[in-house]
T-cell receptor
């Protein structure tokens, strides 16, 4: 069974601070995706990274895929209260059933 | 474009009752998925359908059946609900087997008493 370990599980910081969320596995994935989920809603795709070492930026969010395609990170610069939510990483193509292997998520709270 | 829609949004069942969760997508996607989300467990794959006419088991298929009714619709059936099936159920779709991005519906919150 493939596992994706996300850390931290919970993070509460002040508006304007920076933060990094990590997603680690012992398995290799063909791609890794980051989702954001609001209470009562489904996950919404933020980004997909495919190539080892790839870096993608989405405004204040920077996503990186590890060189060996086993880990990823999400860095948020100058966090805003609107960034509050559950952030999920998910790996694809690691073998076995089609579908995504999800981490357990990081609950992020940005306090004004 | 509605994307992925799910019905119902909420449901309460008694142990042993049956029900079907409905999912439809209007993006002309080939592949569709059912996940469940439990506190502390993340999302886990129940069943998927790589294309119309095919279905396969995921990580946690026991107690569930699925039907890929046509390209748009993929239903999940609980024949005899158990309290352990209390969860939030999400349907997702993606364009094809060799694409990456999955698009999720809003979820069905199911409670089995």
């Amino acid at each position: 069974t493939q596992l994706l370990e996300q850390s931290p599980q919970f993070l509460s910081i002040q508006e304007g601070e920076n933060l990094t969320v990590y997603c680690n596995s012992s398995s290799v994935f063909s791609s890794l995706q980051w989702y954001r989920q609001e209470p009562g809603e489904g996950p919404v795709l933020l980004v997909t990274v495919v190539t080892g070492g790839e870096v993608k930026k989405l405004k204040r969010l920077t996503f990186q895929f590890g060189d060996a395609r086993k880990d990823s990170s999400l860095h948020i610069t100058a966090a805003k209260p609107g960034d509050t939510g559950l952030y999920l990483c998910a790996g694809a193509g690691g073998g076995g059933a089609d579908g995504l292997t999800f981490g357990k998520g990081t609950h992020l709270i940005i306090q004004p | 474009n509605a994307g992925v829609t799910q019905t119902p949004k909420f449901q309460v069942l008694k142990t042993g009752q049956s029900m079907t969760l409905q999912c439809a997508q209007d993006m002309n996607h080939n592949s569709m998925y059912w996940y469940r989300q439990d506190p502390g467990m993340g999302l886990r794959l129940i069943y998927y359908s790589a294309s119309e006419g095919t279905t396969d088991k995921g990580e946690v298929p026991n107690g569930y059946n699925v039907s890929r009714l046509n390209k748009r619709e993929f239903s999940l059936r609980l024949e005899s609900a158990a309290p352990s099936q209390t969860s939030v159920y999400f349907c997702a779709s993606k364009a094809a087997l060799d694409t990456y991005e999955q698009y999720f519906g809003p979820g069905t919150r199911l409670t089995v008493t």
